[in-house]
């Protein structure tokens, strides 16, 4: 690939915040510059061995061990497959999304060898053209099983994990209704999902703040509005 697409949140991902957090910024440059090397050699995944460690210590100046360690660390987080990596290869089931993404964009042949395989990742068609759609209903099963998303969600908007899967079957039945059968992509999902859910929180707050505003002025007693009928002459 000579591109490939990054999310506008990635630095809120809890896994990055760690690698920053642990590893400085030579752990974010060191799995960026990988990134970029994965999608512009094999589009997939990347041949980890000597050779490599060394490219990307000289690049950035680093001791090869540091670049050894960061990698295991990305592993160790999720941002890498730590089975695959224990064999030479690294990859993630978000790599692999995103290639295949990119591939149906510009019509490409969709090739992921079998040797990176992840476990108990869904089979991926050899064409484009036969690979599948998402609908909403499978949208919203593999939304409910992202738990590194879910956790960031709970953090985000202090919802429980039960509580976010109530939202997301709302969340479908609301793009039911509004005509919508699907996403672009699963991480378009994720973003309109959590723009939906910001705003229904923003109302519900609004409506939460006004109930206890009506009931408020109950008791203090009626309070007339400028619109009613004044009856003064009324007797106590």
């Known amino acids: 690939m000579s591109y490939y697409s990054v999310n506008t949140d990635r630095y809120q991902d809890i896994r990055i915040k760690r690698l920053k957090k642990d590893m400085g910024c030579k752990g974010i440059a060191v799995y960026d510059y990988i990134l970029c090397e994965t999608y512009r050699v094999r589009g997939c995944y990347l041949e980890w061995d000597e050779n490599t460690a060394f490219d990307v210590a000289d690049y950035f100046g680093l001791d090869e061990n540091l670049v050894k360690e960061i990698v295991k660390y990305c592993a160790a987080v999720g941002l890498f497959s730590k089975e695959l990596l224990q064999r030479g290869i690294i990859t993630s089931l978000s790599i692999q999304r995103r290639y295949v993404e990119m591939c149906a964009r510009t019509k490409r042949k969709i090739t992921i060898p079998e040797c990176c395989v992840l476990p108990d990742s869904p089979p991926i068609k050899e064409t484009c053209d036969e690979f599948p759609a998402l609908n909403l209903e499978s ?73 206890r505003s009506s009931k408020s002025n109950k008791r203090r007693g009626v309070i007339l509005s400028t619109d009613e009928k004044k009856t003064y002459g009324d007797t106590f």
């Open 139 to 211: 949208e919203i099963k593999l939304l409910k099983n992202e738990g590194i998303w879910l956790d960031q969600l709970q953090v985000l908007h202090s919802m429980s994990v039960d509580e976010l899967h109530r939202c997301l079957d709302d969340f479908k039945a609301q793009c039911i209704a509004d005509g919508k059968e699907g996403h672009l992509s699963l991480q378009d999902a994720k973003s309109h999902f959590n723009s939906w859910l910001r705003i229904i929180k923003n109302k519900n707050q609004k409506n939460n703040a006004s109930d």
